[in-house]
């Protein structure tokens, strides 16, 4: 049971994102190549913005998963209803990375990455908190 929680967990992870992101794409005129930032020139400000998103898409997905883990039986039900709920976080992320023009396979990693970490911090802390609920 447990390897197929963690299995829809990762799977639920990558297709979240790709969701998110693919609808999202950037209008560029073919003609005119995008410069996109190198990584030598992302600074430290940038780094700690980045984890500012990450901090909050994480406190959104704890937050409103023990609110709805009153309304479903299975915590996969629970972490995926968060997930869209929160999905706005990641929508803001991918939009600031593309203003600070950071190239495409980049933001899709680096929301991918975040999402599925963040999933994995509040999987367990769903199933404790519904296996307290049953007793």
């Given amino acids: 049971m447990k390897k197929r929680l963690t299995k829809f967990a990762l799977f639920l992870s990558i297709l979240i994102p790709v969701c998110v992101i693919a609808g999202r794409e950037d209008k560029v005129d073919p003609k005119l190549k995008p410069e996109y930032l190198s990584q030598d020139q992302v600074t430290r400000?940038?780094?700690?913005?980045m984890s500012e998103?990450?901090?909050s898409y994480d406190e959104c997905l704890a937050d409103t998963s023990r609110a709805e883990v009153a309304n479903y039986n299975d915590p996969r039900h629970v972490v995926d209803v968060a997930m869209k709920k929160c999905a706005v976080k990641l929508e803001e992320l991918n939009d600031w990375l593309t203003e600070k023009r950071f190239p495409p396979n980049f933001k899709k990693g680096h929301i991918r990455k975040l999402s599925g970490k963040s999933v994995r911090k509040v999987m367990p802390q769903?199933?404790?908190?519904?296996s307290t609920k049953q007793q």
């Fill in 45 to 49: 400000e940038d780094y700690n913005t």
């Fill in 53 to 55: 998103f990450g901090i």
């Fill in 126 to 130: 769903v199933m404790f908190l519904m």
